[in-house]
């Protein structure tokens, strides 16, 4: 299923943004929740829940403002255009300062593998749409949705990872964690 926005229709970007918020919202305990919270507020356990829906959160939302840009093979820059992983690199570099490798290929080397089944918003999930495996990569927005830039003629969009097309083609998903990230900022 596709979502069709235009780029310059920032009222739906608005509503979409809001929507995805409300459900990371959803997704841990909040204070006034605290009687019903398994996590004293103060506990790790509930510190890194905090930091993984802020981190969630950001991603997110930094790529759901760039729906609309065009592809462009080898694109990096909104302004030029976008491919996949100019895509998921700007999203990473501007929400988490977190430097990725060029390539979808090489971006799927990053961070820690994680199951279809316990992915979570700002995952990267990796497809074979070139014949090769991990040729192209998303993030994952939650309710089986990702967001990417497809292919020439396309722009930025959200689409379901139960399409068959999609279904057939998903090679895995990483997370980048923090050590990750830190690593790979360094000069």
Known sequence: MLIPISRHS???KLVLTVLLASALQLTVCTSSQAAENPFPESSTAYL???????????LT?????????????GGNTPENGLDCSGFVRLVFKDALGAELPRTSHEISKVGETVEQKDLQPGDLVFYNT????????????GDNKFIHSPSAGGQVRIES???AYWKK????????N???????SKP
């Not at 930094?62 to 592809?71: F, P, Q, V």
């Not at 083609?169 to 980048?176: D, E, K, L, S, T």
């Open 161 to 163: 990872m139960d399409i």
């Open 178 to 184: 923090e050590e990750e990230k830190k690593q790979d």
């Open 48 to 58: 890194k829940l905090q930091e993984l829906r802020e981190r969630a959160s950001n």
């Open 10 to 12: 920032r009222k739906a």
């Open 61 to 73: 939302v930094k790529a759901m403002d760039m729906l609309g840009i065009r592809y462009k093979r």
């Open 169 to 176: 083609r998903f090679n895995g998903a990483r997370r980048i």
């Open 130 to 141: 070139l014949r090769r495996g991990f040729s192209h990569v998303g993030i994952y927005l």
